[in-house]
């Protein structure tokens, strides 16, 4: 997906509603807004598809469809054979009302012809979908749902009008059925379903048109949450001082890495040093410190065989990356409970997050000051519910995760979200090449680092999912994304936390 012109706030159907519904009020006809977006979509249909010269249009009766009848009218001014298919029964053109009867009487002063939608074969080169929009409720239902499913078996290129049909605004999930969309043009607020869970797989490349209403209408409505972006990289990591010294750019402790696992807690260490910290410690099992020297000569590694063992280390260090490769058995759960038992801030992942489940009363241990990590797995198992049932709402799960183990919960996936309590932020940034082994390791490395580098828990949670994402489409784009190794990734992560 591309998300370059991605404004920063994200907005439930409800508050899209309201910004239009402002919009109105403060006198911009609601006709005039489906217009401006018409034309927004058409512009964009014709500078992606410039060789296009037949279109087929799928519209239903709501402001969806409207959207799509304004796109016939111009698609047929420019010489286009269009072909209008109007779904929705015999009554079709009845039960039209408000703005999309009035794009269906322009439509029809513009003598654009159109059938009721009855399996008919496609005529385009490319299809545009003005089905249903963010008013759906429940799953998708006939004759809506045979319509999708000629859509995404033509093999025709798709262009959504402003969500794909389908797909639910607010959670991500599809309803039943959804159009695959090639494109996505969403208009006056980013619905912020389009960026996590099935989302990105359904709308491609998204793009964003504000239908040039007025800032005032933004600053009237509630936000849902924010997307990070490349501009937070500089903001939040400006260039360091010249009197910098590794004392001052803050020393991460890595805890992991039991036996046959010590590979996660080099990467962890790794990922940290490449972000910028000053000095990273490493308490592992003592066979993997040939191994660790060997792969990361700058780091501090120590060998302990109990969790008493871990107090210096602990003292000297400004954050704590405790879990990856800790392992579930006795000696994981012992430096689990020193580490816990610190001031210290902590960034908890994988083992970490297990021994949570295993022992309850570890959660209640020092919650304002940690960063928890879990992916959909491992938070299904936080909230004793199963996966299916926390993807269903990823921004309902995220925001329960922070509420029962409190600090700032980062809930991974595509689409990752973060929530201290107060604002929640998306991650747009990653890409398929990410399902591979060692990725969470690195992502807790960076988190750490951002952390100790006097970052807040919540800042650095949500730029470091940003970079972890970035760098991996970085990799992707110059090597592809199959095959991707977590320590492909280490190289592009210095790059970008110095803003090249």
């Known amino acids: 997906m591309s998300h370059s012109d991605l404004p920063a706030s994200l907005y439930t159907a409800e508050q899209t509603r309201a910004l239009d519904r402002t919009a109105i009020n403060s006198g911009v006809p609601g006709f005039k807004l489906m217009q401006r977006a018409?034309?927004?979509?058409?512009?964009?249909?014709?500078?992606r598809w410039p060789e296009v010269r037949k279109l087929t249009l799928l519209c239903g009766g709501g402001n969806n469809g409207g959207d799509g009848f304004i796109v016939a009218v111009l698609a047929q001014r420019q010489g286009m054979q269009v072909q209008l298919l109007c779904v929705g029964g015999d009554d079709f053109v009845a039960r039209l009302s408000g703005e999309a009867l009035q794009a269906w009487e322009w439509l029809q002063a513009e003598s654009v012809a159109w059938q009721l939608y009855q399996e008919q074969p496609f005529i385009g080169e490319l299809?545009?979908?003005?089905?249903?929009?963010?008013?759906?409720?429940?799953e998708v239902r006939e004759p809506y749902r045979h319509a999708i499913r000629q859509i995404n078996r033509s093999g025709l290129p798709v262009i959504a009008l402003d969500i794909p049909s389908g797909l639910c605004s607010d959670t991500g999930a599809v309803l039943g059925s959804a159009v695959r969309a090639?494109?996505?043009?969403?208009?006056?607020?980013?619905?912020?379903?389009?960026?996590?869970?099935?989302?990105?797989?359904?709308t491609g490349e998204l793009l964003f048109d504000g239908l040039r209403v007025s800032d005032d209408v933004y600053e009237s409505v509630d936000v849902a949450g924010f997307i990070t972006g490349a501009d937070d990289v500089?903001?939040?990591?400006?260039?360091?001082?010249?009197?910098?010294?590794?004392?001052?750019?803050?020393?991460?402790?890595?805890?992991?890495?039991?036996?046959?696992?010590?590979?996660?807690?080099?990467?962890?260490?790794?990922?940290?040093?490449?972000?910028?910290?000053?000095?990273?410690?490493?308490?592992?099992?003592?066979e993997?410190?040939?191994?660790?020297?060997?792969?990361?000569?700058?780091?501090?590694?120590?060998?302990?065989?109990?969790?008493?063992?871990?107090?210096?280390?602990?003292?000297?260090?400004?954050?704590?990356?405790?879990?990856?490769?800790?392992?579930?058995?006795?000696?994981?759960?012992?430096?689990?409970v020193r580490a816990l038992s610190s001031d210290k801030p902590l960034v908890l992942d994988a083992d970490a997050l297990n021994l949570l489940v295993m022992r309850r009363?570890?959660?209640q241990r020092n919650g304002d000051n940690w960063v928890i990590t879990p992916h959909p797995g491992e938070a299904a198992r936080l909230l004793g519910c199963s996966v299916a049932e926390l993807q269903a709402d990823r921004f309902a799960a995220v925001v329960e995760l922070q509420s029962a183990f409190g600090g700032v919960a980062l809930l991974k996936g595509p689409g990752s979200l973060s929530f201290d309590g107060d604002a929640l932020h998306l991650n747009p940034t990653g890409n398929p090449g990410m399902a591979s082994g060692g990725m969470g390791d690195?992502?807790?490395?960076?988190?750490?680092?951002?952390?100790?580098?006097?970052?807040?828990?919540?800042?650095?949670?949500?730029?470091?999912?940003?970079?972890?994402?970035?760098?991996?489409?970085?990799?992707?784009?110059?090597?592809?994304?199959?095959?991707?190794?977590?320590?492909?990734?280490?190289?592009?992560?210095?790059?970008?936390v110095n803003g090249l």
Not at 238 to 255: E, F, M, Q, Y
Request: glycine share 16%; hydrophobic share 45%; charged share 15%.
């Open 38 to 47: 018409g034309h927004a979509a058409f512009d964009r249909l014709r500078q």
């Open 127 to 138: 299809i545009v979908d003005g089905l249903l929009g963010t008013g759906i409720a429940g």
């Open 182 to 202: 090639d494109m996505t043009v969403t208009f006056i607020g980013v619905k912020r379903g389009l960026l996590t869970h099935q989302g990105p797989e359904f």
């Open 234 to 286: 500089s903001h939040l990591l400006p260039p360091r001082d010249k009197t910098a010294h590794k004392g001052s750019c803050g020393h991460v402790l890595v805890i992991g890495g039991d036996s046959g696992m010590g590979g996660a807690a080099i990467m962890a260490a790794q990922a940290a040093g490449r972000c910028g910290a000053g000095l990273v410690t490493v308490v592992t099992r003592t």
């Open 288 to 336: 993997h410190l040939s191994a660790l020297l060997t792969r990361y000569p700058e780091a501090m590694a120590v060998g302990v065989r109990s969790g008493h063992e871990l107090d210096p280390f602990i003292e000297r260090a400004d954050v704590l990356v405790v879990g990856p490769g800790l392992g579930k058995n006795a000696w994981g759960e012992q430096l689990l």
């Open 361 to 363: 009363e570890f959660g």
């Open 442 to 496: 690195v992502l807790s490395g960076v988190i750490g680092a951002l952390i100790a580098q006097g970052l807040s828990a919540a800042d650095a949670t949500r730029l470091g999912a940003w970079l972890h994402g970035a760098a991996a489409d970085r990799s992707a784009q110059r090597y592809g994304a199959r095959g991707m190794q977590a320590t492909d990734l280490l190289a592009q992560l210095r790059l970008l």
